[in-house]
C-alpha cells in the first residue's frame, strides 16, 4: 500500500534528518510512529478501564496470594 504525506519544508527536512540519525527510513519512521501511536491508546484505554474496575471495586491482593492462586507456591 502506498500512502501520501503532505508537509511543509520544515516538517519533511526535521523528519528526514531524524530518520537519517536513526538510520531508517522515511517510510520506516512513518511506520513505527503510527505503530507507537496505536499502542499508547491501547494502553490508555487499557489502564482506564482496569482503574474505572478498580473504582468500583477496590480488591487488592499481596504477591504471596496471587502465587498461591496461581499454584507458583
Known amino acids: 500500500m502506498t ?13 528526514k534528518k531524524y530518520a537519517e ?3 531508517i527510513t522515511l517510510s520506516e519512521l512513518v511506520r513505527r510512529s503510527v505503530l507507537e501511536r496505536i499502542e499508547d491508546e491501547y494502553d490508555l484505554n487499557a489502564y ?5 474496575e ?4 477496590p480488591v487488592t491482593y ?4 496471587v502465587e ?3 499454584g507458583l507456591r
Open 62 to 65: 499481596s504477591l504471596d496470594e
Open 48 to 52: 482506564e478501564e482496569a482503574a474505572a
Open 21 to 23: 540519525l536513526n538510520g
Open 3 to 15: 500512502i501520501s504525506l503532505r508537509l511543509n519544508e520544515a516538517d519533511a527536512v526535521l523528519f
Open 68 to 70: 498461591k492462586e496461581l
Open 54 to 57: 478498580f473504582r468500583a471495586n
